[in-house]
């Protein structure tokens, strides 16, 4: 794992917790060290702070994705609004936690940024209503998804997703019509129950459906007060 964090205290303090839950911890101090890190060593995961001197966490995501890294990131933002955080899904950053912390949350995220490289997420949905096609996709509407390559189309358009995008998308597709509550999601994505009060979920919904319902086109994702999502087409 590769830690970017400017902040001497916050960094030493979650390297050593990281550490104590059984990572293998490469801690640095700016995203000048992070770049040449990854460069060095690919890591199996990055954490990277959004608000370092020089070259941010942001630009650091940037970067790797552009070379076409798909290394999962997480990054550590103090920054709350709502445009924010999705600057940093923008950015190609996979998942975040918003400052302060709970060290267990971040370990939660990590877990679930892990399980589902390794590509288990999909197969713990209990519910798996749309069959996979002969050819290994999954459909729903003008939906489709190949989960072995994490492509994603919508009729002739593909779809630009991170890998949280991919994971949300995929687990509607999966259950199109049925109506998935907060906690389910939450448990199928992040592995974690993040409690009423976060906005994590609403935030990647929000983005999501900005790529999926371009103007014009139906729409797809519906929100069901109070309870949770669903994909149809009404």
Not at 58 to 82: K, N, S
Not at 85 to 94: E, P, S, V, Y
Not at 168 to 182: F, M, P, S, T
Not at 186 to 193: E, H, N, Q, T, V
Request: glycine fraction near 8%.
């Amino acid at each position: 794992m590769l830690l970017a964090e400017d902040d001497r205290a916050i960094r030493h303090a979650l390297e050593r917790a990281l550490t104590l839950e059984g990572y293998a911890v490469t801690a640095v101090a700016d995203g000048v060290e992070a770049i040449a890190q990854a460069h060095r060593s690919a890591p199996d995961i990055l954490v990277l702070d959004v608000m370092m001197p020089g070259i941010d966490g942001l630009q650091v995501c940037r970067v790797l994705r552009a070379e076409g890294d798909r290394t999962p990131i997480l990054m550590l933002t103090a920054l709350v609004e709502t445009p924010d955080r999705i600057a940093g899904l923008d950015a190609g950053a996979d998942d975040y936690v918003v400052k302060p912390f709970d060290v267990d949350e971040v370990f939660a995220r990590l877990r679930a940024l892990l399980r589902r490289t390794d590509g288990t997420a999909s197969s713990e949905n209990g519910h798996h209503v749309a069959p996979d096609t002969p050819d290994g996709q999954v459909t729903a509407a003008d939906v489709r998804m190949d989960p072995q390559a994490r492509r994603a189309w919508r009729g002739d358009r593909e779809l630009e997703l991170t890998r949280t995008e991919f994971d949300l998308l995929e687990l509607l597709v999966r259950n199109a019509g049925i109506v998935l509550d907060h906690a389910t999601i939450y448990d199928r994505i992040w592995g974690y129950d993040f409690g009423p009060g976060s906005k994590n979920l609403a935030v990647y919904v929000g983005y999501l459906r900005r790529k999926v319902d371009e103007p014009g086109a139906t729409s797809l994702i519906h929100t069901v007060r109070g309870v949770g999502y669903v994909l149809r087409e009404d």
